[in-house]
């Protein structure tokens, strides 16, 4: 009752106008409404760990039905050996889910050659996580909608570098920035990509780019933006279009003779404003070129085998990519390494496990909702180590 005084001795005020006592009154009243809306977490009440599914499988991806078995079984395993975690068994104040895929589709294929035919199975297990909540008013406890949730990818390293951005391609893949290790967990690296890499492997997940591979790749790259300006500069102002222009212009000669002259100038002054721009667009991806070409040409056997490094402000050191190993901000230039994975393994083992989400700076320490609470208590007491015999399977 003292808040609803309080608001009849405002909008009663002589000082307080009409509409603003509306507006007021209307505020007032959605964040009241919201308030008693908005869910009370249940943190205490016993959850449910769901049973393990598939959500998808790698049908049509050159996986036969044997593969997919084995490799859903391997999976099942996975979620098993995640949900020993006290923290999911049972899981408090939020229900687990989760499920399985098996997935070839490029999104989680490491950048090398024939990776699909020769390459390990990727696939993921993703952990979704439900808050139980009930809203004021009520004592009914309910699943809430769906909170964050973690993957461990498996048989690829994709998370680690496809935020990062690509500087230089070629045929051979992606040429970008080495991601770099922020720490360890449980004696195993984390990358600043929020990434914690599990593997037995002891090659390296990342090949050294030179000097010359990346100036080759900049030249291939830069040859084919030309000849797109150039293409494009021929479907704008180019014969074809000349003629269908000037068809268009006798056109209206002949049917809007009081508007064919106005239109006729206007195309033409557009036209104009085309040959300039790509004219100057070819122009600097032609300089672009022949300065690669003439880098590359002054560069010794040794200087084009070394290291490349570059920096993520691309133009730090004026107008090249390429930086000294010394300069500020300067890091190495890398590619996937191809002959990462072992690929006389049956392709349905497990190699690598890559766990996402789960370090992402948005999953706060400390969390009133129970979906953030369980992910964070997750990860500082889960020994990942404990995944390990599960490579190889």
């Excluded at 909540?133 to 461990?152: K, L, M, N, S």
């Excluded at 002949?254 to 557009?270: M, T, Y």
């Excluded at 133009?315 to 390494?337: D, E, H, I």
Aim: proline residues 6%; glycine residues 6%.
């Amino acid at each position: 009752m003292g808040l609803t005084r309080h608001l009849k001795e405002i909008v009663n005020s002589r000082l307080f106008p009409l509409h603003a006592g509306i507006h007021f009154l209307v505020t007032v009243i959605l964040a009241v409404t919201a308030s008693a809306q908005r869910p009370q977490f249940a943190p205490d009440k016993v959850g449910i760990w769901k049973p393990f599914r598939m959500s998808c499988d790698g049908s049509g991806h050159e996986i036969t039905t044997e593969q997919n078995r084995v490799y859903s079984n391997h999976l099942l395993k996975l979620s098993e050996a995640i949900h020993q975690s006290p923290i999911f068994n049972p899981p408090m104040g939020i229900d687990g889910v989760p499920t399985g895929c098996v997935n070839a589709t490029m999104e989680f294929l490491d950048d090398y050659p024939d990776a699909r035919r020769i390459g390990p199975i990727p696939g993921y297990l993703m952990i979704g996580t439900f808050s139980y909540a009930y809203y004021r008013g009520t004592t009914r406890v309910v699943r809430a909608d769906e909170g964050p949730h973690i993957f461990v990818d498996v048989n690829s390293m994709v998370r680690l570098y496809s935020s990062t951005a690509t500087i230089a391609q070629d045929e051979r893949g992606k040429i970008f920035l080495e991601p770099k290790v922020a720490r360890t967990v449980s004696g195993l690296p984390l990358y600043e990509s929020d990434c914690l890499v599990i593997t037995q492997i002891t090659r390296p997940i990342f090949q050294p780019v030179s000097v010359e591979r990346f100036l080759l790749a900049r030249i291939r790259e830069t040859q084919k933006e030309l000849a797109d300006y150039q293409h494009r500069h021929q479907d704008l102002v180019g014969e074809a279009h000349q003629r269908s222009e000037q068809k268009s212009y006798q056109w209206m000669l002949a049917n809007r003779p009081a508007d064919a002259e106005k239109i006729h100038q206007s195309s033409l002054l557009a036209d104009a404003h085309n040959q300039e721009l790509f004219t100057k667009l070819e122009q600097s991806k032609q300089a672009e070129i022949a300065s690669y070409q003439s880098q590359l040409a002054s560069l010794s056997p040794e200087q084009r085998s070394a290291q490349a490094y570059a920096s993520l402000n691309y133009y730090a050191n004026g107008k090249s990519l390429l930086m000294n190993a010394n300069q500020p901000g300067a890091r190495p230039l890398v590619a996937f390494n191809p002959n990462f994975f072992d690929h006389s393994r049956p392709r349905t083992d497990f190699q690598s496990l890559v766990v996402g989400r789960l370090y992402d700076k948005g999953i706060r320490d400390q969390s009133y909702d129970p979906q953030y609470g369980r992910l964070v208590e997750f990860r500082k007491t889960f020994d990942f180590r404990s995944l390990v015999p599960l490579l190889g399977q």
